[in-house]
Structure formats: C-alpha cells, structure tokens
C-alpha cells in the first residue's frame, strides 16, 4: 500500500528524494529494498534513499531539514511524528478506519490543524509535493506546528478529561 504513496510521490516530484530508514536487520531491509524497486521501478527507485539506522544526533540533522516526514498508513508514528513536531517540520498522513492511520491525524486535528491530513494516496503524494516544491508553503505549515503544538507535549486537558471519567465512571463503592 505505501508503495503506491511512494511511487506517486515521486511520479509527481521530478526532482524529489524519499529517504526511509529500514531497521538494522540487514535481511529483512533487503526484503524491503526488493520489493520496493520492484514497486516503483528503477528509475522511480534510484531517489529512494535507504537507511538502516542513524545514532540521535545524525537522525535530528536529517530531520531539520527534510521538506516533510511521511507518516505511513501501515504504521503508528508515534515517536517519529513528536521529533517532527518538536522541530516543526510537517508530517503528511493519511486518516483512516485503522488506529496507525489515526494517531497523526488525531494530534493534528488536536492541533486544529487538518490541512496535511489526506484522505487517500493521491491526496497524500499532492500533500507531499506541496511540501517539497512550495517553501513559503511548507515554511508557514511549519509555523502553524509550532505554534499551535502545546497540546501534543502539555497534555494537561487530557488528563483532566481522564481524571472526570473515572470520577464518575467509577463506583463510589470502596468495596472493589
């Protein structure tokens, strides 16, 4: 499925470049690589850039200066999406039935931001792109995170909102 975000990404960025980090098992990234030049085809693949890992330092220098991470709609981005955040950098993502395609799209519209939540793989490539080749754009998406992230790092409403439920979800028996 995120092949198919990829290749339009790509299709639709002539002179764009996706870098994805792969894991350390050097096994299971050439699975990945395989699959993904078989996707995408040799000349779509050549802009891929694959990475087993990075140590933190080198990660947040890559991070500061990416057009956009792409959330993928197969897995959470949980940790990925507040490093983006924190430095402001937008993540395009994808909103869907399944708890991955939600997490980022939940933090957004927490955010009152909904404008990089897509709705489909064409949708999402456009996202991107935008991202990518508008800097004005992508400088004032980036504005809006920062300004408007509070809520994804001061949760305070939201334990609030759990301290009221089980307030008065709970029985007031002691007898549990």
């Known amino acids: 499925m995120f092949d198919r975000y990829l290749q339009r990404i790509l299709e639709k960025d002539l002179a764009g470049h996706i870098l994805l980090v792969t894991g350390k098992n050097k096994e299971q990234a050439a699975l990945f690589a395989s699959r993904l030049r078989h996707a995408l085809g040799d000349d779509l693949f050549r802009r891929v850039l694959l990475a087993t890992s990075f140590p933190l330092d080198v990660y947040r220098k890559h991070l500061s200066v990416v057009s956009c991470v792409l959330d993928s709609p197969a897995y959470v981005g949980d940790l990925t999406t507040h490093d983006a955040f924190n430095q402001g950098v ?68 939201t334990v609030r909102d759990y301290e009221r439920f089980f307030e008065y979800s709970l029985p007031l028996s002691t007898d549990l």
């Open 90 to 157: 937008p993540v395009v993502t994808v909103s869907g039935e399944l708890l991955v395609q939600r997490y980022t799209s939940g933090l957004y519209r927490l955010m009152g931001i909904e404008s990089l939540i897509a709705s489909d793989a064409e949708e999402y490539a456009a996202i991107a792109v935008r991202l990518d080749t508008e800097p004005d754009y992508r400088q004032f998406m980036s504005k809006q995170i920062i300004q408007k992230r509070a809520p994804v790092f001061s949760p305070e409403d």
